[in-house]
T-cell receptor
Framework: EAGVTQFPSHSVIEKGQTVTLRCDPI?????LYWYRRVMGKEIKFLLH????????ESGMPNNRFLAERTGGTYSTLKVQPAELEDSGVYFC????????????FGQGTRLTVV | RKEVEQDPGPFNVPEGATVAFNCTYSNSASQSFFWYRQDCRKEPKLLMS???SGNEDGRFTAQLNRASQYISLLIRDSKLSDSATYLC????????????FGKGTKLSVIP
């Protein structure tokens, strides 16, 4: 069974540009999460989808970040315009409804804003 | 104060040794806890879940002390393949699915 997949694995963009990250959760997992790790810090929660609905977006840093999950399958996280402090590793995770929060993580997208 | 605190290490131990990591949490309402393992530039992978006082899986034992608000992970008979960063994670429950991560403890098992 395929795990959580993320695309791209790396992205280098200039300050002010737009970047869109994609996450494909494990098939059948209704819960989808985005997390982020900036250099030297711990992994931090960004938001949680249940199917196509945003359940909790309390971790989103500001309105330059927009997450979508149309159709309740894959999700995108767009950063527009990107700032230097947005650099980090963005992880997507998914879990089944009913198994609580035992989440499976993707390999992450390493974003560098220059 | 960080919600989840861990000694960053590194812990350098010889093969076959027993090593223990501690983790403290500040949110007394936290319901469940996890240990994730993360290899360099890889994704975190769930190692163990800790819902009650503890859990054991082969060479790995996790213990939870709610009174003192700490969780431990014990690794017996360390293998070279155990070298990784171990992340302590809490979940507050209360209708939220957010996981709160510590910064991790780095373990290097030496031949």
């Amino acid at each position: 069974e395929a795990g959580v997949t993320q695309f791209p694995s790396h992205s280098v963009i200039e300050k002010g540009q737009t970047v869109t990250l994609r996450c494909d959760p494990i098939s059948g997992h209704d819960n989808l999460y985005w997390y982020r790790r900036v250099m030297g810090k711990e992994i931090k929660f960004l938001l949680h989808f249940v199917k196509e609905s945003k359940q909790d977006e309390s971790g989103m840093p500001n309105n330059r970040f927009l997450a979508e999950r149309t159709g309740g399958t894959y999700s995108t996280l767009k950063v527009q315009p990107a700032e230097l402090e947005d650099s980090g590793v963005y992880f997507c995770a998914s879990s089944q409804v009913g198994t609580g929060v035992e989440a499976f993580f993707g390999q992450g997208t390493r974003l560098t804003v220059v | 104060r960080k919600e989840v605190e861990q000694d960053p290490g590194p812990f350098n131990v010889p093969e076959g040794a027993t090593v223990a990591f501690n983790c403290t949490y500040s949110n007394s309402a936290s319901q469940s806890f996890f240990w994730y393992r993360q290899d360099c530039r890889k994704e975190p992978k769930l190692l163990m879940s800790v819902y009650s006082s503890g859990n054991e899986d082969g060479r790995f034992t996790a213990q939870l002390n709610r009174a003192s608000q700490y969780i431990s992970l014990l690794i017996r008979d360390s293998k070279l393949s155990d070298s990784a960063t171990y992340l302590c994670v809490s979940h507050s429950g209360a209708g939220s699915y957010q996981l709160t991560f510590g910064k991790g403890t780095k373990l290097s098992v030496i031949p």
